[in-house]
């Protein structure tokens, strides 16, 4: 599966979070490393000296996080201007295909909650990305749910093809979700003829879904974040598709991946619309 995996560490339990679900998703024959960012700021960015002092101690933690949790992993330190752009340096620099962070320490345990040093890990990260929930590290944990939302887009096939994978690996079953969302227009369309009407689209929903081998399916109406959301309370691992690489190959989150980052109930997996 996943080969080059960087683990986003902070000295906190968050960070432990993060390996705890990098343990899950890296393939056996994976390189894993530990990263630890600081934040640039001007007193930091005005002595070399300084600079060297915070390195070491950052080493130094990552070596005893390493130890504590005892996960073979190389250690990765820098100084850049935010946490975000300093694990996409080293995403880049290492050709990592997965970057794993935890959330805010301020969440609910067993949630996802963005804090800004994990919504900038996502937005515009050169591979796919894996948020974990708080706590996620305090119990021995297995995949054997995982579940994908599906609307039959390239970004939802691509979640849809990385997460057949994983359920083979883990020999979990794979469930998919597609979300209708209600036309403030509805009762229009159907007085005037037009388009396709909700009842329409969850028929077409629920045909698209039973052609899929090997995979349940279940439609819904409603906000695709929310019932995304609910739907991940009841799976170990949640896949969704991001809108796609940017200009720059970079992973973009569109509105729903955005609002589902930040109230997933499981470990999220967000993939760039192609992967290699």
Do not use: W
């Not at 960070?15 to 530990?34: C, E, I, P, Q």
């Not at 579940?147 to 469930?175: K, N």
């Not at 940017?246 to 993939?271: E, K």
């Amino acid at each position: 599966m996943f080969r080059e995996v960087i683990v986003g560490m902070d000295g906190g339990p968050t960070g432990r979070d993060a390996a705890a679900v990098a343990r899950l998703l890296a393939g056996s024959d994976a390189h894993l490393a530990l990263a630890y960012v600081h934040e640039l700021t001007p007193v930091r960015g005005a002595s070399g000296v300084y600079g060297a002092a915070e390195n070491e101690q950052a080493r130094q933690l990552l070596e005893a996080e390493r130890k504590a949790i005892g996960l073979d992993a190389d250690l990765l330190t820098l100084t850049a201007s935010s946490v975000g752009r300093g694990l996409h340096y080293l995403a880049k620099e290492h050709s990592a295909d997965l970057l794993t962070v935890g959330s805010n320490p301020r969440s609910f345990v067993g949630r996802v909650l963005l804090g800004d040093a994990t919504r900038a890990s996502l937005t515009g990260a050169p591979c796919a990305v894996a948020i974990a929930p708080l706590g996620y590290a305090r119990e021995p944990r297995v995949i054997a749910k995982i579940g994908v939302g599906y609307d039959g887009s390239p970004e939802s096939e691509s979640a849809l093809e990385c997460a057949r994978e994983l359920a083979s690996i883990h020999s979990a079953t794979l469930t998919a979700l597609t979300v209708v969302e209600p036309s403030s227009y509805a009762s229009l369309v159907r007085a005037v003829g037009g388009g396709a009407s909700e009842e329409e689209l969850v028929a077409s929903a629920r045909e698209e879904l039973a052609a899929l081998d090997g995979v349940a399916g279940n439609v819904v109406v409603g906000l695709a974040g929310e019932e995304l959301a609910s739907f991940g309370a009841g799976v170990d691992l949640l896949v969704v598709g991001s809108r796609g690489y940017g200009p720059i190959r970079s992973l973009m989150l569109g509105t729903t991946a955005t609002q589902l980052a930040s109230s997933a109930r499981c470990p999220l997996l967000v993939l760039p619309r192609f992967t290699d």
